[in-house]
């Protein structure tokens, strides 16, 4: 488990430290905000569009495979980042970067189901969720230490070390899994590629203003029929590359739907609240940065109890009580006025955190434990596709509010979040129901 955790680490810390590192790479590199921007944009999008190929990859050559080839290339792609001297070099070396974290992530969930026995895989689903907790609260402290002492190319280099001796760890402990005896359809990865590319680079471009809305239209609809002819030749599949046939189960259906609402509400939030607390609450950017600690540090200390739960208490009732906290505390903060204390935020934050913990790792731990497993694979695939396809909904409402309302945009983003949290919660409480049936 150390070595998925590892791994898991320095991936999502990656995302965190570049962006901390943007306006130092665009002072160096001698090029617009704007520009820098694909700094970040090439590393996601490459994790968004090879997360549900890789994960079918992994159940035809082994997870375990894909998980070494990934961290290896993550390894590789840092150090080219390090060493690199032009946008154009580090947008490359990005890509590569994200192509190896989409082999980790796309495999982690499948490797935590081979790691722990049904019995206990809400605690390995728990302890999982804690370490992004703790890399999503840590990376902006690390970027700063580490900025602090050195240029951004370290930031990319310390991957390196890590990563290697991480390798010769994995190689070592790294669980073998059943294989499938089928070859992976590379048409349906390509396809599947267009799909989920053409949503998120559309709904990137939907974000930028009235004047680029024909072009996002053009690749949204591109991606939407690159989408519909990908269900058309995987609809009768026994193990199609997007996992249709684990979606008709009912209760791994619904917890999609739940994880998406729920992460939709989270980045509404967190894109959001820097906003609310600096104009409205007259914070400064360290303030701002320290009173956002608390939703991580919450989700990080409830996380491993919730998954733990889960292994005698369905997720249902877990995660539409963890979501139902999470709508109270975001509703709380949107009542917080001017003269809030540093204390009246950080106690409406660590409620957000609290509930988002109680309902993060029994939703994952009934998506990979509701799924047959010969296909923990595509389970885990779906479980960071939702998470993702959650961020960038959010995402894309905090922008469209921002950009058509003028006034208050802060508290209606807000507001929204906590309909989406009401909305994830429903959908947790009817999987009593399909329960039931099953």
Request: glycine share 10%; aromatic share 8%; net charge positive.
């Amino acid at each position: 488990m150390a070595a998925i955790a590892i791994a898991v680490t320095m991936a999502v810390l990656d995302s965190a430290v570049a962006n901390i590192a943007l306006p130092s790479i665009a002072r160096h590199l001698g090029i617009a905000p704007a520009e820098s921007v694909w700094v970040i944009n090439a590393y996601q999008l490459a994790i968004v569009v090879l997360l549900l190929p890789l994960a079918a990859l992994g159940e035809r050559v082994g997870y375990r495979r894909v998980y070494l080839a990934g961290l290896g290339l993550f390894t590789l792609g840092s150090l080219a980042c390090a060493l690199s001297g032009s946008l154009q070099a580090l947008v490359v070396s990005r890509i590569a970067q994200g192509v190896g974290a989409a082999g980790v992530m796309a495999v982690n969930g499948a490797l935590v189901r081979f790691t722990f026995p049904q019995a206990s895989l809400g605690r390995g689903v728990g302890f999982n969720a804690l370490v992004v907790s703790v890399a999503g609260a840590i990376g902006p402290t690390v970027a700063s230490g580490i900025l602090a002492i050195g240029p951004w190319q370290w930031l990319f280099a310390v991957n390196v070390p890590i990563g290697l001796v991480n390798i010769v760890f994995a190689a070592r402990v790294l669980p073998w899994s059943t294989l499938s005896d089928r070859s992976l359809d590379w048409l349906s990865a390509g396809l599947s590629a267009l799909t989920f590319g053409l949503f998120f680079i559309g709904v990137d471009t939907l974000t930028h203003g009235a004047n680029q809305g024909a072009l996002a239209a053009a690749e949204l609809v591109v991606g939407v029929l690159a989408g519909v002819a990908l269900f058309v030749r995987e609809r009768h599949e026994t193990r199609p590359l997007i996992p249709i046939d684990l979606l008709r189960i009912p209760i791994f259906g619904l917890s999609v739907a739940t994880s998406i609402c729920s992460f939709a509400a989270y980045m509404l939030a967190f894109l959001a609240l820097p906003f609310w607390f600096q104009s409205v609450l007259h914070r400064d950017q360290v303030q701002t940065g320290l009173l956002m600690t608390p939703w991580p540090v919450g989700v990080g200390l409830v996380a491993p109890f919730a998954g733990r739960l889960a292994d005698r208490i369905p997720a249902a009732i877990l995660g539409s009580a963890g979501l139902l906290v999470l709508a109270i505390g975001l509703g709380l903060l949107s009542l917080l006025s001017a003269d809030a204390s540093a204390l009246d935020i950080v106690w409406r934050m660590a409620v957000c955190g609290l509930g988002f913990g109680f309902f993060q790792a029994p939703n994952n731990r009934t998506m990979l434990g509701s799924a047959p497993r010969e296909r923990a694979g595509a389970a885990g695939g779906m479980l960071a596709t939702a998470r993702l396809t959650g961020m960038t909904g959010g995402a894309t409402i905090a922008a469209l509010v921002f950009r058509t309302i003028a006034q208050d945009a802060e508290h209606v983003c807000l507001l929204i979040a906590v309909v989406l949290a009401v909305g994830g919660g429903l959908a947790s409480l009817s999987r009593l129901r399909a329960r039931a049936a099953a």
